[in-house]
């Protein structure tokens, strides 16, 4: 499990050529950070402003965060059993079969898994929209920023996950519920960055 290793651990496996983890681990992993630094910019705005929303704000991002770690780990499983089910032998024509539906089944589950992380981003961003992120505290401005813009950044990683594997026929629909929530969320996420960019002053 992810939390349990410590970050130079798991930066090396991630560096390694091995398969896992990947790319949907690391955009998980990310936007976990990304709740970490906008839950951090709200419980210290909350001691100095009267706005009862940011300390449910911050828990809710506390849950997000949790589920995050959760898909982190997901996403190494799912994409361990799809370069499994490519490993299967293709020697006779059951066998060829039986490949193609494992592989298809696993790819699947490879792209329900970004997709989750996805819709996991779009939860916690929505979560610090609004009059929330204007009560922010200018001397951790910068932190929600920061929290913004990986918001952002692992959006669209796991976006690039559901892309790379939507191959098939199967994977469409995923794919295209995919496209309408970067859609949906790029508008929320750039009025959120100019919230954050005026109370840093940029
Ligand atoms: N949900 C999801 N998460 C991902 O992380 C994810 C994904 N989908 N879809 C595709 C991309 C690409 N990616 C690779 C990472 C390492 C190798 C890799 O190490 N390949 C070696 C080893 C192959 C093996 O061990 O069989 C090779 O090709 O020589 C390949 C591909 C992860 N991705």
């Given at each position: 499990m992810i939390e349990q290793q410590p970050i130079k651990d798991f930066l090396d496996?991630?560096?390694?050529d091995s398969p896992t983890p990947g790319g949907g681990t690391a955009a998980a992993l990310s936007a976990a950070m990304s709740c970490s630094l906008m839950a951090m910019a709200l419980r210290v705005s909350q001691k100095k402003v009267q706005d009862p929303t940011m300390q449910e704000a911050a828990a809710k991002l506390d849950q997000i965060r949790s589920e995050?770690?959760?898909l982190a780990d997901k996403d190494a499983e799912a994409f361990e059993a799809y370069m499994s089910a490519r490993r299967l032998p293709k020697d006779t024509e059951s066998q060829k079969q039986e490949r193609k539906q494992a592989m298809t089944k696993a790819l699947i589950q490879a792209t329900q898994v970004p997709l989750n992380t996805m819709k996991a981003i779009e939860q916690a961003v929505k979560t610090v929209a609004g009059k929330t992120a204007e009560n922010v505290l200018p001397s951790?401005?910068?932190?929600?920023?920061?929290?913004i813009k990986l918001a952002q950044a692992a959006m669209q990683c796991a976006f690039a996950n559901v892309k790379i594997n939507s191959t098939k026929e199967e994977t469409q629909p995923l794919y295209e519920e995919a496209v309408d929530l970067l859609n949906n969320f790029e508008e929320i996420v750039t009025e959120l960055e100019q919230t954050a960019k005026?109370?840093?002053g940029m």
């Open positions: 496996s991630l560096a390694s995050l770690l959760n951790v401005a910068s932190d929600l920023y920061s929290g005026s109370l840093l």
